[in-house]
């Protein structure tokens, strides 16, 4: 919609400018808290050109539904001059993210 800031941070990425945020989720990401996250993680990638998540601070017990959940905002975070970035994903994530096919970079730092 024109005018509104959505569509003007969409501008201004069209413009060449490049927007990196940075999340630092904490506690247990799973259910309602899992659901949060990625709504939060999808609506920034409506504005961001590069998204790191770090996920120093989190639990991740179920991490085939964390990586089928990351599966959208993966999609529009990939291409060119985007990208959705995890750091520090355990091993069981890193497997579910082959697995599933997301398109998202990792980072292990663990």
């Known amino acids: 919609m024109p005018g509104t800031p959505q569509s003007a941070a969409l501008g201004s990425l069209a413009a060449g400018l490049w927007l990196t945020a940075v999340l630092r989720p904490a506690g247990v990401l799973t259910g309602a808290a899992m659901d949060r996250f990625v709504d939060s993680l ?8 590069l998204v790191v998540v770090d996920l120093a601070a989190t639990s991740i017990p179920q ?9 959208l905002p993966g999609g529009l975070l990939s291409g060119p001059d985007r990208c959705l970035l ?3 994903a355990d091993k069981a994530l890193l497997s579910a993210l082959d697995r599933g096919g ?3 970079a990792t980072l292990d730092t663990r």
């Open 42 to 49: 999808t609506a920034l990638a409506g504005s961001a050109s």
């Open 63 to 71: 991490p085939e539904a964390f990586a089928e959940a990351l599966r």
């Open 86 to 88: 995890l750091v520090g």
């Open 102 to 104: 997301a398109q998202i």
